[in-house]
């Protein structure tokens, strides 16, 4: 008897390109679609929020003749979000998952949040693009 081929669901995406503005509420809506019933929609938000301020006001400079590419992934286990500015990128040293450890601290905060919301983060070789992963739940 012949065996039946079980193809998995398709992986499908959707690229987004935008001025970059922080008039985002409409594109996290959008962006945030797939996940609309999520039990964490709330750290999802706050996450992708963080992100993509970050790559507006300190990947792009606050230049609204630069642009944000954006890459939302569905798969059958998770939902990935690409964003990528036109900046130098963040070195690695500056990278980190860790509280800042001074209260007074200019930064760091943002880095702390994305990687508390979602289940994996991770930076492209140059620092531009940032890749954010939450597992689809059943």
């Known amino acids: 008897m012949p065996r039946r081929l079980i193809t998995p669901p ?5 690229d987004f390109i935008i001025p ?4 985002l509420g409409p594109l996290l809506e959008l962006l945030l679609e797939p996940m ?12 992708l929020q963080e992100a993509l301020v ?6 792009n400079g606050n230049d609204p003749n630069k642009c944000l590419r954006i890459r939302r992934i569905l798969s059958p286990r998770w939902i990935i979000w ?5 900046g130098l990128g963040v070195p690695l040293d500056r990278r980190c998952a860790d509280l800042p450890a ?6 760091g905060r943002g880095f702390f949040l994305i990687h508390h919301c979602f289940d994996d983060v991770r ?7 940032l890749q954010l992963a939450c597992q689809r739940r059943r």
Not at 123 to 129: A, L, Y
């Open 36 to 47: 609309a019933k999520s039990a964490n929609l709330a750290d999802l938000h706050l996450g």
């Open 123 to 129: 930076w492209s070789g140059r620092g531009n693009r």
């Open 54 to 59: 970050n790559a507006v006001r300190h990947g």
């Open 20 to 23: 970059s503005t922080l008039q």
């Open 10 to 14: 398709p992986v499908r995406w959707t």
């Open 102 to 107: 001074s209260p007074e601290a200019c930064c």
């Open 82 to 86: 690409q964003i990528q500015d036109e």
